[in-house]
Structures are given as structure tokens and as C-alpha cells.
């Protein structure tokens, strides 16, 4: 099993680091920008060694991750690569960006390792937090076929999850898909938790009153799926209630009606394929949605 090693000791690489080490990789070095990060995550992780330079730990292991902001990534392989000795052909580099294809790690291909990316598709808030959420994620990974991308397969199914493989002119899509589902989601909760203000409710109580909803949602769709697990007044079909929608968001929160409206339109597709519209009721419901 290869020994691996971390360039950076953010969230995701101290995530990765602890994860990986529990279920028996060899996570042995790492290196930061700053040595006590890099010491931090040493401390959590059984046998792994913090080094003073990222240099030291490039000949150190035979896998290593670059786990730095996504701008820093090409800076640091690109530093590297001067070093003849850095990269041998047996060594392999891998990124973690959701965004970047392995175009990035360019230098390391060059001087004849093998790269790839390893992106877990998960929310890290927390370090804490993003190693309890790791184990069962999705991973995109992007590398050839060969020795590597078995190795990142292998390492998925270490952690209880499944992978998608992608293409370098993917990963832009593949990441913008991701900022839809946890990112938006976090601003449309908040888009809803303010309307209660207009009533009282402060943000923080109205929060915690619709995670029982939001749970109630993401049950429905690991259990039932899109599109039967939509429900509400366009699945219904109920014109009269997405009207008087409208005229409350017009009333209280107009800045708030266009983005109603576009997600109003982009559900009516949903609810036909679900079958609870009907099309006339479905043209009444966009010609609605669509006035100004």
C-alpha cells in the first residue's frame, strides 16, 4: 500500500488525512503553510510525521494529495517540479478540487507521475463535522486508466462510498451541479427563514422550526426520488395559492419574487413528470409565473 502524504492541513486535507488513516492507509507526512497546522493535523492522525516544507514531503511518500486552496494548487506542483529527484514515475500527485481538472497538475505529468483528482462530494463546514459526513460520500475522480484511479477507487470503497468517473471538461458542470444542491440550498433556507420575520419569527427560531421539513424532504428523495417525491401547489396544480404567493412576496419581500418565480417555472417540468399535472393547468401555472 503506498505511504501518502498531505500538501496542506486545511478542513478537507485533515478530513482525508483522519479518514483515510482509520480505515488502514498509511497517512504518514504532511506540510502547510504554517507549521502548527501542520502539526494539528499530525496530532490526529497515528504515525504521520509534520514537516517544515512541502518539498519534504513530495520525497517522502509515494501518493500525495494537494489539499490547498484551489488558486494554490498549480503554485505548489509547479515549485516542486524544478527538483529532478521530486517526481519519479512510480509516484502519483492528486489533487482535491471539485472545479479543476488534473490539467493543473500539468508539471507533475511532465516530470513523469501520475495524476489525479480526488473530490469528495460533501459539505465541510468543520473539520469535526466533515470527518463524520466523509464515510458514505460520493467521489468524483478524474485520471487514466491504470494504476491511480484503481488506488482512488480502492480508497472510495475504504470509505463506505461510490465514485463517479469523470473527464477534465467535466469538472466545471460536475462542481456547479454541487454549489446548486448544498450551497442554494443553504441560501433558499435562508431566503425562507426571513419571510418569518415579516411575522415575528426571529431567523434562528424559524430555522430550527423547518429542519423537521427539510429532513421530512431529503427522506422523500433518498426514498421515493425525483419527481415523485415532489409535492406542494404546482405538483397540485393549485394556480390559486401560487397567486396569492405572489401577491404576499410582492407585498413583503419583492426582491425575493424573481427568484420565486424562475423556481416556479423550473418546477412545472418536475410535477408533469410526476404526473399529478395536467398541461392546461401546467400553461396556467407559467403564463402565471411569468407575468411582471
Same mark, same amino acid.
Given at each position: 500500500?503506498?505511504?501518502?502524504?498531505?500538501?496542506?492541513?486545511?478542513?478537507?486535507?485533515?478530513?482525508?488525512? =483522519?479518514?483515510?488513516?482509520?480505515?488502514?492507509?498509511?497517512?504518514?507526512?504532511?506540510?502547510?503553510?504554517?507549521?502548527?497546522?501542520?502539526?494539528?493535523?499530525?496530532?490526529?492522525?497515528?504515525?504521520?510525521?509534520?514537516?517544515?516544507?512541502?518539498?519534504?514531503?513530495?520525497?517522502?511518500?509515494?501518493?500525495?494529495?494537494?489539499?490547498?486552496?484551489?488558486?494554490?494548487?498549480?503554485?505548489?506542483?509547479?515549485?516542486?517540479?524544478?527538483?529532478?529527484?521530486?517526481?519519479?514515475?512510480?509516484?502519483?500527485?492528486?489533487?482535491?478540487?471539485?472545479?479543476?481538472?488534473?490539467?493543473?497538475?500539468?508539471?507533475?505529468?511532465?516530470?513523469?507521475?501520475? =495524476?489525479?483528482?480526488?473530490?469528495?462530494?460533501?459539505?465541510?463546514? &468543520?473539520?469535526?463535522?466533515?470527518?463524520?459526513?466523509?464515510?458514505?460520500?460520493?467521489?468524483?475522480?478524474?485520471?487514466?486508466?491504470?494504476?491511480?484511479?484503481?488506488?482512488?477507487?480502492?480508497?472510495?470503497?475504504?470509505?463506505?462510498?461510490?465514485?463517479?468517473? /469523470?473527464?477534465?471538461?467535466?469538472?466545471? /458542470?460536475?462542481?456547479?451541479?454541487?454549489?446548486?444542491?448544498?450551497?442554494?440550498?443553504?441560501? /433558499?433556507?435562508?431566503?425562507?427563514?426571513?419571510?418569518?420575520?415579516?411575522?415575528?419569527?426571529?431567523?434562528?427560531? &424559524?430555522?430550527?422550526?423547518? /429542519?423537521?421539513?427539510?429532513?421530512?424532504?431529503?427522506?422523500?428523495?433518498?426514498?421515493?426520488?425525483?419527481?415523485?417525491?415532489?409535492?406542494?401547489?404546482?405538483?397540485?396544480?393549485?394556480?390559486?395559492?401560487?397567486?396569492?404567493?405572489?401577491?404576499?412576496?410582492?407585498?413583503?419581500?419583492?426582491?425575493?419574487?424573481?427568484?420565486?418565480?424562475?423556481?416556479?417555472?423550473?418546477?412545472?417540468?418536475?410535477?408533469?413528470?410526476?404526473?399529478?399535472?395536467?398541461?392546461?393547468?401546467?400553461?396556467?401555472?407559467?403564463?402565471?409565473?411569468?407575468?411582471?
Amino acid at each position: 500500500m503506498e505511504t501518502i502524504g498531505f500538501l496542506g492541513a486545511g478542513t478537507v486535507g485533515t478530513a482525508l488525512a =483522519v479518514s483515510l488513516r482509520r480505515v488502514g492507509y498509511p497517512v504518514v507526512a504532511v506540510a502547510s503553510r504554517s507549521f502548527s497546522s501542520a502539526q494539528r493535523l499530525a496530532a490526529q492522525v497515528e504515525g504521520c510525521r509534520p514537516y517544515q516544507s512541502f518539498q519534504e514531503v513530495a520525497d517522502a511518500v509515494q501518493l500525495v494529495f494537494v489539499t490547498t486552496p484551489d488558486d494554490a494548487i498549480a503554485q505548489v506542483v509547479a515549485a516542486l517540479c524544478p527538483s529532478i529527484s521530486t517526481w519519479c514515475p512510480h509516484q502519483m500527485v492528486v489533487h482535491c478540487s471539485g472545479s479543476l481538472s488534473t490539467d493543473v497538475l500539468a508539471p507533475a505529468r511532465q516530470a513523469g507521475a501520475a =495524476v489525479g483528482s480526488f473530490h469528495p462530494l460533501q459539505t465541510f463546514a &468543520s473539520t469535526a463535522q466533515a470527518i463524520e459526513n466523509l464515510p458514505g460520500s460520493t467521489f468524483g475522480l478524474e485520471a487514466e486508466e491504470g494504476p491511480l484511479l484503481e488506488v482512488l477507487k480502492g480508497m472510495v470503497q475504504a470509505l463506505g462510498g461510490q465514485s463517479v468517473h /469523470l473527464r477534465g471538461q467535466d469538472k466545471a /458542470l460536475y462542481h456547479a451541479a454541487a454549489v446548486l444542491a448544498c450551497n442554494y440550498f443553504v441560501t /433558499l433556507v435562508k431566503l425562507a427563514a426571513d419571510l418569518w420575520q415579516a411575522f415575528g419569527v426571529p431567523t434562528c427560531q &424559524s430555522t430550527r422550526a423547518m /429542519l423537521p421539513l427539510l429532513r421530512g424532504t431529503l427522506n422523500n428523495l433518498e426514498r421515493v426520488g425525483v419527481p415523485g417525491c415532489l409535492t406542494g401547489p404546482i405538483a397540485r396544480g393549485d394556480v390559486g395559492t401560487v397567486g396569492k404567493h405572489l401577491a404576499a412576496l410582492e407585498a413583503v419581500a419583492p426582491d425575493i419574487l424573481p427568484t420565486y418565480r424562475e423556481l416556479g417555472r423550473q418546477t412545472i417540468p418536475v410535477a408533469l413528470a410526476k404526473g399529478t399535472l395536467d398541461q392546461a393547468r401546467a400553461e396556467e401555472l407559467h403564463r402565471l409565473l411569468s407575468e411582471e
